[in-house]
């Protein structure tokens, strides 16, 4: 039964992936076609091989500058298709490794603060595609644009510039509807499958047809409309197609770029589907080894074929959960709709607004950056709020890749700061002191010890207490021993309990053994 809501969920993300395919590849510097290559090659190849239900890869934001200034620094675009390949091998590599167990060391705060951004950032930046301004191409989510421009300046531009009033109607009667259908929508009957995305997308067209027909004025125009690339034959649509220069790899710059494309979509690509898993209403748990091994073997295809570089996006795979989708065959699916699209009705897909398609995505983002979820994260103390927003501020000013990495950065030295602090317990009882671990002690524990041990009162009988230990480290070891021997000094008596390494007080002199009991 669950192809019954795949099938309409994948037409609504291949309508959401087509624009950001064509915009990516424009960011990047690539040929048009070659986003589309990589959003077919995404869909059918990574969603075959990989074992995430509900991810949906493609062409990503987050590599378009690191495409771009690859395409600028390489010879030819076949050199960069090479390293496209050579990406993908890497990629398959690192599954074989097991790497993909890097992606749990990232705090969920970081995680919900990255859903978080993404939404803000597709409503800022679709704003200006909702009203009929198109600055900044479809697919960019730097905060940074071309021409010195930003996220911000391009909302102030929107206003001055000439803006569409029939894009404006579309938009907002198709949010009005988007919102209203949500709610409204049967729970029984076929319409219960209706996604109300696709309904919008028929509208946008419809209307337009009709402004040109009873009012010109509302017409939108045809830069304000998909544009896909149209072949006109077979003999044109292989044309189009590029191929790698293998004989570019002796060239050292080609193995730079595939290693740095390795690295980044790699993690990009985790990260989005630890973020998927997030929102899954089922919460399944995808197996991240099986997915670098998917996004291998699409990057590996991808460039063979001409297409920029794929990893799994938050945006389609969003919109894929929002639309219903139940299993991974939604993610094949709009792959296949993206391929047949292109090969017949490319004249049709011409026709669809992108203030309908900015409706869309302005819906999916509100989704993902809920109020709800902000006071949630503020209800949860400090620990989780300062990393979630310091996330989401990252990625809205700079890009996707930076923000994320300043989002664990900070979320993992709150972890590092819980795991230090209140590591130990000293309590007094009459003449008696014990210092207690309550956990494993790593050297970053060294200070804490050593104050705590220097805070025991002269003449004493001091316990310290190693039993919920499994690990002590050497330095923590050497901290313990110094303080054994000193004890005869300050008159105190030492008790070591729990040793998990036998090795504390190994180096007592034999005059000073009588210090300690254990």
Same mark, same amino acid.
């Given at each position: ?155 102030? !531009? ?111 690509? +985790? ?12 919460? #399944? ?93 503020? #209800? ?84 310290? !207490? +190693? ?7 050497? !330095? ?43």
């Amino acid at each position: 039964m669950g192809w019954r809501a795949d099938v309409p969920s994948s037409i609504v993300v291949a309508l959401v992936a087509l624009p950001l395919c064509l915009g990516i590849a424009l960011a990047s510097g690539a040929p048009l076609f070659a986003g589309l290559v990589a959003g077919v090659v995404g869909g059918i190849v990574v969603g075959a091989l990989s074992r995430s239900p509900l991810s949906v890869s493609g062409p990503a934001a987050g590599l378009s500058a690191i495409v771009l200034t690859a395409i600028g620094n390489l010879p030819t675009y076949e050199a960069f298709l090479l390293a496209v390949c050579i990406a993908g091998a890497l990629q398959i590599l690192l599954s074989i490794s097991r790497a993909g167990v890097l992606a749990e060391f990232v705090p969920s705060s970081v995680i919900t603060g990255m859903l978080a951004a993404i939404g803000l950032l597709l409503i800022l930046k679709q704003l200006p595609h909702a009203v009929g301004y198109d600055g900044d191409p479809e697919g960019d989510f730097s905060f940074n644009q071309p021409g010195g421009g930003n996220t911000f300046t391009a909302l102030a !531009d929107m206003v001055t510039n000439d803006i569409q009033l029939g894009a404006i109607l579309i938009a907002a009667i198709s949010l009005v509807f988007l919102f209203w259908w949500d709610k409204a929508r049967p729970k029984q009957g076929p319409l219960k499958l209706l996604p109300g995305p696709l309904v919008v997308v028929v509208f946008g067209v419809s209307a337009n047809a009709a402004f040109q027909a009873f009012a010109p004025d509302l017409a939108i125009a045809a830069s304000h409309l998909v544009a896909v690339p149209i072949a006109g034959s077979a003999s044109g649509l292989v044309a189009l197609l590029r191929l790698p220069d293998f004989g570019a790899a002796v060239q050292p710059a080609v193995w730079t770029t595939a290693i740095t494309l390795a690295i980044v979509a790699s993690l990009e690509s +985790l990260l989005s589907v630890k973020a998927v898993d997030e929102i899954d209403p089922e919460r #399944r748990v995808t197996d991240k080894n099986r997915e670098l091994l998917a996004q291998g073997g699409g990057n590996l295809i991808s460039g063979l074929l001409g297409g920029i570089p794929v990893t799994s996006v938050i945006v389609r795979s969003s919109a894929n959960v929002d639309a219903g989708a139940t299993s991974r065959l939604s993610a094949v699916l709009h792959g296949v709709w993206l391929l047949l699209s292109v090969l017949l009705i490319p004249a049709i897909l011409n026709l669809i607004p992108l203030s309908a398609l900015a409706a869309v995505l302005i819906a999916t983002g509100y989704k993902l950056a809920k109020p709800a979820l902000f006071i949630e994260r503020w #209800r949860q103390g400090w620990t989780q709020f300062i990393p979630f927003v310091a996330t989401v501020g990252a990625i809205l000013f700079t890009d996707l890749l930076i923000g994320i990495c300043v989002g664990i950065a900070i979320g993992l030295a709150f972890v590092i700061r819980r795991n230090i602090a209140d590591a130990l317990t000293v309590v007094e009882s009459g003449d008696a002191v014990m210092v207690r671990a309550r956990r494993n002690l790593y050297f970053v524990h060294k200070p804490q010890l050593q104050a705590a041990l220097a805070g025991v009162p002269d003449g004493r009988t001091v316990l310290i !207490d +190693l039993s919920a230990t499994n690990y002590v480290d050497l !330095d923590n070891i050497d901290i313990i021993n110094a303080f054994v021997k000193a004890a005869p000094f300050r008159r105190l008596r030492v008790v070591i309990k729990g040793d998990p390494s036998g090795r504390s007080a190994a180096l007592i002199h034999a005059p000073l053994t009588r210090a300690r009991a254990t």
